[in-house]
Structure formats: C-alpha cells, structure tokens
C-alpha cells in the first residue's frame, strides 16, 4: 500500500496529474449542466417558445440528474 503512494517517478506524476484534470473536467461539467437546468426550469413559456422548447420538454430535461446528458 505504501508503495502506491511513495512513487515520485514523472510518469505517476503526470498520470496522477492526467487523472485529476479529468476529475475536475467532470465535475465542472456536471455544475454546468445542473445550473442550466435549473435556469430552464425557471422560464415561462414564452422563453421556452423563444428557444423551440415546450413545457414538456422543460419537464423532461429538468428532471433529468445532473450526471445524466
């Protein structure tokens, strides 16, 4: 177990590194995603007309969890 996290070679380094960009990528993503979701629940129909969406589009893209695309 000590051996997994002694190791200073570059290339634990960098993949360590690699891992925790994508880690940060995901998670910034999912806030997006969240966040967008709650503006849209938030518009009325007109707005939501506006963009080509209805109120059952609304509904079903709302209810949807973050993690899910």
Same mark, same amino acid.
């Given at each position: 177990?000590? *051996?997994?996290? =002694? =190791?200073? =070679? %570059? /290339? @634990?380094? /960098?993949? #360590?590194?690699?891992?925790? @960009?994508?880690?940060?990528?995901?998670? /910034? *993503?999912? *806030?997006? #995603?969240?966040?967008? #979701?709650?503006?849209?629940? &938030?518009?009325? @129909?007109? !707005?939501?007309?506006?963009?080509?969406?209805?109120? !059952?589009? &609304?509904?079903?893209?709302?209810?949807? %969890?973050?993690?899910?695309?």
């Amino acid at each position: 177990m000590d *051996r997994l996290f =002694s =190791s200073t =070679s %570059p /290339a @634990s380094t /960098a993949t #360590r590194r690699r891992r925790l @960009s994508r880690l940060l990528d995901l998670l /910034a *993503r999912w *806030r997006l #995603r969240a966040l967008g #979701r709650r503006q849209l629940q &938030q518009l009325d @129909s007109r !707005a939501l007309g506006d963009l080509g969406l209805n109120l !059952a589009d &609304q509904y079903r893209e709302g209810g949807k %969890p973050f993690w899910r695309e």
